[in-house]
């Protein structure tokens, strides 16, 4: 039993790993069995050990951020911050249509004008 290092070459992370020796009495050749134990730290070269499961971290039912900002969301003030956000700006537009309108009759009477002249 001794342990093998792995340095990968492209991220310099190196990987350790637990070898043994088995026989294959098929083939009569002994064969290496690798466990994985972790990575090398690069500061210390001290083992950070794996945590000997297979994929993603499962989250934690009140690990989870996410559902804590939206229980804390109050969704009545959302709304009536967006009812008073509509108000305001369909004021604004009420006043740019009347704008337009009076701009509108100046041009008229400015054509008129001029076409009699």
């Known amino acids: 039993m001794s342990i093998v290092r792995y ?60 559902t804590v900002k939206r229980a804390a969301t109050d969704y009545k003030k959302l709304y009536e911050d967006a009812l008073q956000e509509c108000r305001q700006k369909n004021e604004i537009i009420k006043t740019q249509e009347a704008e337009i309108k009076r701009m509108k009759t100046v041009i008229n009477n400015a054509v008129q004008i001029l076409t009699k002249a």
């Not at 492209?10 to 070898?19: A, D, F, M, R």
């Open 7 to 66: 340095t990968n070459k492209k991220t310099g992370v190196v990987t350790l790993y637990e070898s043994t020796s088995h026989y294959d009495p098929e083939t009569k050749q002994s064969r290496p069995v690798r466990k994985y134990l972790g990575i090398e730290d690069p500061e210390t070269g001290e083992l950070i050990p794996s945590t000997k499961q297979r994929g993603r971290k499962k989250k934690e039912p009140g690990d989870n951020t996410e």
